[in-house]
């Protein structure tokens, strides 16, 4: 973030994608405090220590089936002598040749080793006739089949989904030690920009991209960003900056960046000491992305255009709070998949295309102009192609980054 | 949902995976209610109404670069006779052969035809000479070149993402008119489930899925689950989920479903006049799956075991949810994967496999069993299998349905 002059010595020296997201992640800084939640409100923290079983599950011998337990023997006709529901705390002890009804679920007496399904047997009063090949401990879920005691239920560094509640707490965890998470401000600069609401003037334009990163991260479960509004003026935008810099993990700049000779924001990070990491990736969109560090708070530049500030957000900004947040997964799911048209490349810019899967393969979008975030909501993933490539053959595997999808 | 008995004789009609959901989309009613809300806080919700564009995007000829803005002449230089920065309420006149300073952003003056970016210029006091083959229109946005007025911005029917809210703020959109999310109950039975912080007596389990399922539905934007718990007791089941189905719009039952000679759900749902559309589907986990309407509240009896529950929430339960809500998108993305190695099917029924996409194939997680949770918090796709496949082998394309991610 350099006041014009700067901007022009700096094109020589932008650097490549890959770097870009090392630099990030080398200066992002993680956060230190830990906080012990409950369960049920853990869903998109990050566990800050390893959660350890405090039993076996299942935590006894387990029926798979609605049947019979048996205490098998030579003969196929077994004595019913009593049941087991689940939930029952008994444990009948059988004689070879007894069987017990038994029902999903419920603990299988010490005694049987075999439960059969009812569908395979025969009921004559209190006797009953198998019709199955007996295998010993056949739809018995052993004692601690999925975990044991002590063992490792879920590592540091996972992000909390909906199955690991159900896990968590089917092995009677309440409460886990998560990663706080990082404290956000958005702040959006720009003389042309006004709030809805308000009647446009020639020359002016809604602002949205406060709205948009502040949904996005709502949907990436980060619920408290702060939206900070600076007009073009120095040295409200230096105290603002300043403060919003002490006060959070993560400031987020929109536009101000590439403005050229009324970069106020450059010049305000430039005299409130904050270090530049890189400005400028060799990427379309988000040629001029700014990335900083003052303390330990991470400083984005994002530019103002909102298609190209969501996807460097997805690129770099996401990579960094889960980052701050000890995560082990840190980028978005990628995968490779066969692009379903041919797609001829503009320049020879790293490119991050907005596509939509379908199919065996993937298509990219039309509108692909960084001032259009329409394209973007009919997007499910976004394409990247590598520098110098300029071109691709339907069929070529591409890197498909899978964006948040519900 | 049945008596044993009758369990018994239904075992011969079960029915296919496809026609299961065929029926639940069939019977799923779209809720009435329509809601203004304030944009910002639309997100997961479905747009009840096309949002039509009140204004031409961008509003006026934008400058797509910080550059200089000519009345272009036959020669390459040209008379600088102002500026005009993004935000700005002017409109200078320009003869041939004069320019305006000008930025990324701003209105470009009507009397302008080209903006040449300022690394293409040289300049000279209040001179400049321009080093580019200049082409009309050259880095301007046409007005309305996103969308122009009386333009569909958004159609009735989209799950509003962070894109779109981005999109249509730009477009000055404050509130829109979306479909109510249905009000959803979870009822938990099982007399083996004991609540989190009790201790485990022999036969007992800890109840996870009433966690698990509030969880996965907060994940996809529904945030007001009601978790209640019923014991194994006839007349109290009756009761409460005579109640629970008259208060909500979904209701969703876990366990008590297949337990045989001890089904009082099944039993109280028959007394309370909840009309059975299906009970069983040819598919593993997930044979026990119940459905059924009431009025206008659609039940589901989803297994006992969490991972067959929460399978059967992804590929039923969820397109139920935006069947009420008449979204356009009503399952979870799918796509078509090869497989990264062989596959052996156990048994004719169609198979929902939790998976993980890597690289360019989907590789078939171990731990299926339907008991097993732990499984779907390393996966992020479930692979589906239709009946009757016997072996899939490496390289074969699947049907991969992605899980909601981050």
Redo the contacts between chains.
Sequence with gaps: MKS?GQV?NN?NIMIDTATALELVLLHGSTLVKTIEIN??DA??YVLAEHVISS?D????R?S?M?GYALHTSDSDTYALVGE????????PDLNSGEAV?I?????VPNAANVVVM??RVRVDGHTIKVEELLIANMNI?PQG???KVGDIA?TKG??I??????????????KITVREKPSIAIVVT????VN??TV??????????G???????????YRNTVVITIK?DYERTKKILGETINNHDVVIVTGGV?????DFVGKALHAIAVQEVFYKVRQKPGKPLFFGKKGETAIFGLP?N?AAA?SCFYIYVYPLLKRCEAADQLN??S???PLLSDYTVNGDRAQFLKAR????GVEILG?Q?S????A??D??ALVFLPEHTSEVKKGE?VKTI?L???
């Design positions: 014009q022009k094109a369960l049920k869903l998109d039993m599950m299942p935590p006894f387990q798979a609605d087991v529901q689940a939930g029952d705390n008994s444990n009804r029902f999903t679920g419920a603990p009812q569908e879920r089949e999925q975990i879920l996972t992000t989904k909906g199955a690991h509640i159900g896990f968590l707490a089917s092995l009677g965890v309440t720009g003389n042309e920009l809805a609401g446009l003037s020639y020359g002016e334009i809604y602002e949205s991209n709205a948009m990163l502040t949904a996005v991260l709502s949907e990436l479960g073009d590439s403005v050229g000779d009324y103002g909102p969501l978005l799911l995968i490779l998949m899967m379908q199919g065996a509108g102009s001032a259009m975030v329409r973007f909501g997007a499910n595997n899978i948040p999808n519900k």
